[in-house]
């Protein structure tokens, strides 16, 4: 079984900074993307942003573009998220995912594995 192990949530005021971390553990699969969605209280998850390691690509939600940066190791299957200029609307839980089918990569359907997020709060 593939699980996806997520660090580095935390409380922090707005303006601050957070580096989230995603590694693998459990059986080893080889990934075609990575991508990093968020799911506030009463609401949809939503795409933050994600890497194609085929394409060599990253794509970003218009929340996050300018402020969020998305990298990793396509061999180990890590992937982090520096977060910069925090807001208090980007508070929800962090999951990290993985696609090793095809799919739109802003989409949760086209990611197979998933992890159990990480609560990030940024407080006003």
């Known amino acids: 079984q593939v699980q996806l192990v997520e660090s580095g949530g935390g409380l922090v005021q707005a303006g601050g900074s957070l580096k989230l971390s995603c590694a693998p553990s459990?059986?080893?699969?080889?990934?075609?993307?990575m991508g990093w969605f968020r799911q506030a209280p009463g609401k949809e998850r939503e795409f933050v942003a994600a890497i194609n390691w085929i394409g060599g690509w990253e794509d970003y939600a218009s929340s996050a573009k300018g402020r969020f940066t998305i990298f990793g190791d396509s061999a180990k299957n890590t992937l982090y998220l520096q977060m910069d200029s925090l807001k208090p609307e980007d508070t929800a839980v962090y999951h990290c995912a993985a696609r090793d089918g095809w799919g739109y990569i802003r989409s949760p359907s086209a990611f197979a594995y998933w992890g159990q997020g990480t609560q990030v709060t940024v407080s006003s």
């Open positions: 459990g059986r080893t699969f080889s990934a075609n993307a």
